[in-house]
């Protein structure tokens, strides 16, 4: 066989193999229930749309994606701009401490999340933050800091710096500097730390589970397993619920897939 | 407008290098002075404490009657242009213009009438709506050009302006600033490491080597009357002849031939018998016609230009080695020291001259170089300073 | 660097500082405390290294810190897999644009949804096993998530699934990043493919391999909660707990807090060393080639 030949077959047995989940999905959420006992991998048809109003009706998707649409925004906002601020005086000023923060905040990476829930569930108790948006977007924005930082510092340091003294000289303050010039500047690191932080946040399970218990407060992926344990032997009503709770993120995959990609592999590349 | 002065002005970095020394220097209001000398000779550094992008260490800087030691950089009321321009690239060309005066809080109205005008005069009208890399180099000059001039700064700083244009371009551009200087009338000091551009540009000239300010004087009195050996090679082009000679009573003897010298300072007198080192400029040194004084060497290449052909020679003279000699050959090619080293211990050394018309003859064969014996430069070998 | 008053700096790094302490460095050391206590609710009384004794003892901890470190075997699947179909996709596989979206697709579905779709696929009578058995390979069609044998393995299947997408995309951002000439000329000197692999392509990814292994081996250790919890809860019996898993069942399903404590510090520490062990390796292999 010819290499070419090899290649497409590698390729395309791989693409069925990365889409097949989703034709699960999606196939099995237009079968009746007895379509599917009758057959898992069949063609749905005729095709029944019956479960998507039983899916909407049994769960709140609704409110779990404006939850979690909340918590991603705010997480990524705190974390951001909180990153900014101490990557720009890490990259950019000289004190005492500058190089272990900087080590000590990027080694932070490694600690799993898990590791800090027992105390931090505590404190949060005491402080009355459990079961608030507040509570867990500063738990979010922390853990996703020393990544930020590291990326920003890393991007900070190497914009060129006659950019910032033409700034300084130009009147511009420290702030102003940072604010009108670094920052524009940084758009691919941000664009990272928007995809990689965001989608972190949007997929976290546990510290949801645990910090937001309350049926209002419920975010999208805690709300895809109650409604999974809700409708468990009906798996055609699970299926459109999972599709249902995949849309907005494949919406912005199919519009934004160039950001996407990119942003995520954009602090990787030059390492 | 203001005038600039230094006092005693020095930098050391934290590492302990010492970038500047004991710097005196006064910039008249409405001056244009350039800082030239090689690479790591303190001339960017002098600036940038002018700007206030670099701590000064010691003594002060003065603005008009303001001392700025203290003063951050926009609190000093400069404005520099880079090397690479450093123009904003996310901003358009209006923007980037309009950017010192924003953070100064100039009303809008007033900041766009400014701008408007700052683009009529540099030609940029069209441009005012691109993006930084949507402009040719020499666009980008100009805009670099017209965000310092448009705040209408006590001082402008040029670090090195022209150094990323092509060479055509630059001779276009050295002339347009020149214009623009003056038009403006605003106190200039210009940074550049390449000789032609400070004598062409400057009012005035400092030379500086090694932290320390070696002379300060317009540009002809530059070429005419050098003060060291540093100077003298570091300034014209192409680089003044310096060769090793014995002074004789009335003459100086190079190698096989002597020449006369009569316009000679006395005090050459007081090296009778002993060692110097003679400048010769190639500007001052053609084929020898009649009873001429001559030096007599080998042809190695000439170089037709035209009018006048740009003779490469070779003498049996022991060339000038000295430190001052080997820096200004080092910053322009590092193979040059190692090729001027061995033709020392061969005693010969290589010669330039300007002879009229063209030079049929082939390479190696013998040539006389007439010179205007007049026109010599003699230079203690101990110290370097210009005998005079 | 800018001039600043010597506290500007400080001004600037606060925040972040502030929110490190509250996330990370306050949990972090009371999480140590409560590993010597007895908690009952917020405190208890101090109880030296009962917990860890305890911790010792209970066989499922083992499990669960095996089934951790046998995760981490994902991380060279992962690896070889990545950069073998980045690779393909380099070479303009025709189409492959197109394939670069659909391999990436799996990334892009939440891990909750990935486990929970995953958990109907591999079920007995799921829709694996049901095509195995139509295209009479019955003898494959085992028992994926209801066998303790098998249900780790398939834990690591589905991971491998999503997580290749973006091993993927990464290698091959790296390729097209790298310029042509060298593969070009490689070619002409007579390198086939797999010459060109190992001599060009390989060596001019190493960083990003080092960044990758980095990366999958953090996931792997600290990041699975959210699968294993979807598609096993853990079980058969302990058959998947990982240690992740473990902590959350002790400290909140089973109120044993000094327990889970214990773990956690455990856990801390093996992401210490073994992120520091890579890091030692990665630092030897960079002197060795300056050597």
């Known amino acids: ?271 | 407008m203001a005038a600039v002065r230094f006092t005693g002005a020095g930098k050391v970095y934290p590492d302990g290098t010492r970038a500047l020394e004991r710097f005196e220097l006064e910039v008249a209001d409405g001056e244009f002075m350039v800082f030239v000398g090689p690479s790591g000779c303190g001339k960017t550094t002098a600036l940038r404490m002018v700007a206030g992008l670099e701590e000064i260490s010691e003594g002060e800087i003065r603005i008009g009657e303001r001392v700025v030691n203290d003063l951050e950089p926009q609190e000093r009321d400069v404005a520099m242009v880079f090397q690479n321009y450093a123009l904003y690239p996310h901003m358009s060309v209006r923007d980037n213009i309009a950017f010192g005066l924003k953070m100064r809080k100039v009303p809008r109205g007033e900041r766009d009438r400014a701008v408007d005008e700052i683009g009529r005069v540099l030609g940029l009208g069209e441009l005012l709506d691109r993006k930084p890399r949507q402009l040719s180099g020499g666009q980008r000059q100009r805009v670099a050009m017209g965000r310092a001039i448009v705040r209408n700064p006590a001082v402008f700083l040029m670090d090195e302006p022209l150094s990323n244009l092509d060479a055509r371009l630059r001779v276009q551009m050295r002339a347009e600033i020149s214009r623009i200087q003056h038009e403006v009338g605003a106190t200039t000091i210009y940074v550049t490491h390449d000789q032609v551009e400070a004598m062409t540009m400057g009012d005035r000239v400092a030379v500086l080597r090694k932290g320390r300010l070696q002379q300060v004087d317009d540009p002809q009195r530059l070429f005419d009357e050098p003060v060291n050996l540093f100077v003298a090679s570091f300034i014209g082009s192409p680089e003044m002849n310096l060769l090793e000679g014995t002074v004789e009573d009335g003459a100086v003897r190079l190698g096989g031939d002597v020449l006369p010298t009569p316009g000679a300072p006395a005090r050459l007198a007081e090296y009778a018998g002993r060692r110097v080192a003679v400048g010769i400029r190639p500007e001052y040194a053609h084929a020898a016609d009649g009873d001429a004084p001559r030096l007599r060497g080998r042809l190695l290449v000439a170089e037709p230009l035209g009018a006048e052909s740009l003779v490469h020679a070779e003498l049996d003279v022991p060339p000038v080695l000295s430190e001052e000699v080997l820096e200004v050959a080092r910053d322009a090619d590092a193979a040059a020291v190692t090729e001027l080293r061995s033709a020392a211990e061969e005693r010969r050394t290589p010669f330039l001259a300007r002879f009229a018309g063209t030079v049929r003859r082939g390479s190696g064969e013998p040539i006389e170089i007439g010179v205007d014996v007049s026109r010599l430069y003699f230079f203690d070998l101990e110290s370097g300073s210009a005998i005079r | 660097m800018l001039r600043t008053r010597v506290w500007v700096p400080y001004l600037y790094v606060a925040p972040a500082v502030a929110l490190l302490c509250l996330v990370f460095a306050y949990p972090v050391v009371r999480v140590v405390d409560f590993s010597t206590r007895l908690i009952r609710g917020a405190n208890g009384p101090y109880v030296g290294s009962l917990n860890y004794q305890l911790v010792w003892e209970d066989s499922t901890f083992h499990d669960a810190l095996k089934h951790s470190a046998l995760l981490l075997l994902a991380v060279p699947v992962l690896l070889v897999l990545s950069i073998f179909f980045a690779v393909l996709l380099y070479e303009r596989a025709r189409g492959w644009r197109i394939y670069r979206s659909v391999l990436f697709l799996p990334y892009i579905l939440a891990v909750p949804i990935v486990g929970i779709v995953a958990s109907y696929i591999f079920e007995l009578n799921g829709a694996l096993n049901s095509i195995l058995r139509a295209v009479h390979l019955n003898g494959l069609a085992l028992d994926w998530l209801g066998s303790e044998k098998l249900s780790l393995l398939t834990v690591g299947i589905v991971i491998v699934w999503r997580e290749l997408g973006f091993g993927i995309v990464l290698f091959l951002a790296r390729l097209l990043s790298m310029s042509e000439d060298q593969l070009e000329a490689a070619r002409i000197d007579g390198a086939n493919w797999w010459a060109r692999l190992r001599y060009v392509i390989l060596p001019e990814l190493r960083g990003t391999i080092e960044f990758y292994v980095v990366v999958a081996s953090i996931t792997m250790i600290a990041w699975v909660f959210a699968y294993v919890y979807t598609l096993t809860s853990g079980g058969p019996g302990t058959s998947s707990t990982v240690l992740e898993l473990y902590i959350y069942n002790q400290g909140l399903r089973n109120s044993l807090p000094g327990m889970a404590s214990a773990v956690a510090v455990v856990l801390l520490a093996v992401s210490i060393v073994s992120i520091s062990l890579l890091l030692v390796v990665r630092a030897r292999a960079r002197a060795e080639e300056l050597a």
């Open chain 1, 1 to 271: 066989m010819k290499a070419s030949t090899l290649r497409q077959v590698a390729l395309f047995a791989a693409a069925i193999v990365a889409l097949y989940p989703v034709w699960f999905m999606l196939s099995t959420a237009f079968k009746t229930q007895h379509q599917y006992l009758q057959n898992p991998y069949a063609f749905p048809w005729p095709l029944s749309l019956g479960n998507f109003s039983d899916a909407v009706h049994g769960g709140s998707f609704l409110r779990w994606f404006k939850n979690s649409a909340i918590l991603t925004i705010g997480a990524v906002i705190v974390s951001t701009a909180a990153a900014a601020l101490a990557a720009y005086a890490i990259a950019r000023m000289r004190f005492l401490g500058r190089n272990v923060l900087f080590a000590l905040s990027t080694a932070l990476m490694v600690v799993p999340p898990v590791v800090m829930l027992l105390p931090l569930f505590i404190l949060f108790t005491n402080l009355n933050l459990v079961s608030t948006y507040q509570g867990v977007v500063l738990i979010y924005a922390g853990l996703t800091l020393p990544f930020s930082i590291y990326m920003l510092t890393n991007f900070f340091r190497s914009i060129p710096h006659e950019l910032i003294e033409s700034a300084l000289t130009d009147g511009a303050r420290n702030f102003s500097v940072l604010w009108r010039i670094v920052l524009p500047l940084s758009a691919p690191a941000l664009v990272t730390l928007v995809v990689v932080n965001g989608l972190w946040v949007w997929n976290e399970l546990l510290i949801a589970l645990v910090f937001l218990p309350s049926d209002n407060l419920k975010t999208l992926m805690v709300g895809v397993t109650v409604f999974q344990s809700r409708y468990n032997l009906n798996v055609p009503v699970t299926m459109a619920g999972m599709l249902l709770a995949s849309v907005p993120m494949l919406l912005v995959y199919l519009f934004g897939q160039r950001f996407f990609i990119r942003g995520l592999t954009a602090g990787a590349v030059k390492g």
